[in-house]
Nanobody, 114 residues
Framework: VQLQASGGGLVQAGGSLRLSCAAS????????MSWYRQAPGKQRELVAS???????NYADTVKGRFTISRDNAKNTMYLQMNILKPEDTGIYYC?????????WGQGTQVTVSS
């Protein structure tokens, strides 16, 4: 399984970005896909996840601002990020869980200026 994250960049506070995570390889029967982020000097934290049945989960800090989705035909997961805040700055990683194994993408940098 390979994951390719993209879509990061520099944006002003209040702006929007959409991240993409393209999956390839043997991904059928995947269980969950998630976005994590890691700010400088902090631990990696869960931002949002989507389960194979379509249910979603969000960190309290992004509820109402971020939306996770997936396009099964394209094997791609998205994270629409609106009303961005400086504290959303960090490297965003995508993760896929399948049959007890977790796979990580390489990360994409998101920087929100105040």
């Amino acid at each position: 399984v390979q994951l390719q994250a993209s879509g990061g960049g520099l944006v002003q506070a209040g702006g929007s970005l959409r991240l993409s995570c393209a999956a390839s390889g043997t991904i059928f029967s995947w269980n969950a896909m998630s976005w994590y982020r890691q700010a400088p000097g902090k631990q990696r934290e869960l931002v949002a996840s989507i389960i194979s049945d379509g249910s979603t989960n969000y960190a309290d800090t992004v509820k109402g601002r971020f939306t996770i989705s997936r396009d099964n035909a394209k094997n791609t997961m998205y994270l629409q990020m609106n009303i961005l805040k400086p504290e959303d700055t960090g490297i965003y990683y995508c993760r896929l869980d399948r049959r007890g194994v977790s796979y990580w993408g390489q990360g994409t940098q998101v920087t929100v200026s105040s």
